[in-house]
């Protein structure tokens, strides 16, 4: 349980669209905040936070990070990076790098002892339950090297022997999120894969960063679904993002386009822009975590850390979103 007013945390991925605001609510409630980046040039987000250059592969760098820190969060990670960073480099080795800095840190003279490590997971560690409801001692069951390499690092955060709080996180939507696709309906050029008939769980980023907060402030251990309250269809949700945003709404392939043709050009197109050193965003990964099943159950969060949320349904959320994505433009 968080009992210091002022703690020192590490944020890696703090550069990232969740980690920024976390940082800045650290930052705002007066904890001293090191953000581990390859790119401190690109940070200009977070102003406040002690930038330290360099990647989770990098021990000098993780070691200047990790001095006499209480707290760490562990956003870094995603779908994939570009070239190398292949979801299994960037979520299970980062991972295990990273744990193995926090070893090497813990035993450095006079380290104060570490208070809690909040891994960022992920909903994808279920795969595609046709919209069933599962509460956090549901095996996982991944369907992309996304969620089983979610699966492995969640496993490597587990069993080492530290306070660990693994965050099961739904898809974010926010300002800046490209999950939102505000800007693209009006842009006429949203389109997605799937019949948009799968639910998916969402939270805004806002309820998000707040729930990440509670959940390292606890004691309590093991892991915690972060998700918004109502867990929509992704038709339903796309069409609160067309009410709040105007253009024109998201149109959906497989009417049209055969699955198994989505497929293999999602595998060629990774290939391709992964082998010249970028990140592709097109997968065979992303198809499956966009026509993709589940319902989060949320009762842990609500029940035992008291969380509140902000947003009473995705309607609300989305509406926030869309104004909030409209002030940071203007
Ligand atoms: N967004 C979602 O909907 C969602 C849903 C569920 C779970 N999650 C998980 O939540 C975490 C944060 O997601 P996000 O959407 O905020 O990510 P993001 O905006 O894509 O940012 C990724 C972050 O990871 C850092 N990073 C990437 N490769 C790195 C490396 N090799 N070494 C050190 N840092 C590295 C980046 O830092 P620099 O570029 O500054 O180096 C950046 O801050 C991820 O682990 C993701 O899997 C996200």
Redesign the pocket.
């Known amino acids: 349980m968080r009992t210091a007013a002022c703690e020192t945390v590490l944020v890696?991925?703090?550069?990232?669209?969740?980690?920024?605001p976390l940082v800045r609510a650290l930052l705002a409630r007066g904890d001293t905040v090191a953000?581990?980046?390859?790119?401190p040039g690109?940070?200009t987000t977070i102003p406040g936070a002690r930038l330290v250059k360099?990647?989770?592969?990098?021990p000098a760098a993780l070691a200047d990070a990790l001095t006499g820190v209480t707290v760490v969060y562990?956003?870094?990670?995603?779908?994939r990076?570009a070239g190398i960073?292949t979801a299994d480099r960037?979520?299970r080795e980062?991972t295990e790098a990273l744990l193995a800095g926090v070893r090497a840190a813990q035993l450095a003279p006079k380290a104060p002892p570490l208070r809690a490590f909040v891994y960022?997971?992920?909903?994808?560690v279920y795969g595609d339950r046709s919209g069933l409801w599962v509460a956090e001692d549901y095996p996982p069951s991944p369907h992309t090297t996304?969620g089983a390499a979610?699966v492995a690092a969640e496993a490597a955060v587990t069993a080492a022997g530290i306070p660990a709080r693994i965050a099961?996180?739904?898809?974010?939507?926010g300002p800046g999120?490209n999950?939102l696709l505000a800007d693209k309906m009006r842009e006429n050029k949203a389109w997605l894969p799937g019949e948009g008939r799968n639910i998916v769980p969402v939270v805004h980023v806002d309820d998000c960063v707040a729930a990440l907060l509670r959940i390292g402030d606890s004691d309590a251990s093991g892991v915690f679904h972060v998700a918004g309250r109502t867990a929509p269809t992704l038709r339903e949700f796309y069409t609160s993002v067309h009410a709040a945003s105007g253009g024109a709404p998201v149109r959906f392939w497989s009417t049209w386009i055969p699955s198994a043709l989505q497929l293999a050009v999602a595998r060629a197109n990774e290939r391709i822009v992964a082998g010249l050193g970028r990140r592709p965003r097109f997968t065979e990964d992303n198809l499956r975590l966009y026509t993709a099943s589940v319902r989060l159950r949320t009762e842990r969060l609500e029940k035992e850390l008291g969380f509140r949320w902000a947003f009473g349904d995705h309607k609300d959320g989305v509406r926030a979103a869309v104004e909030q994505a409209g002030d940071r433009a203007a």
């Open positions: 890696t991925g703090g550069t990232g669209r969740i980690g920024a953000v581990l980046t390859r790119d690109r940070a360099g990647t989770l592969f990098d562990h956003l870094a990670g995603g779908v990076g960073d960037l979520n980062g960022a997971s992920s909903c994808a996304y979610k099961r996180i739904a898809a974010v939507y999120f999950f």
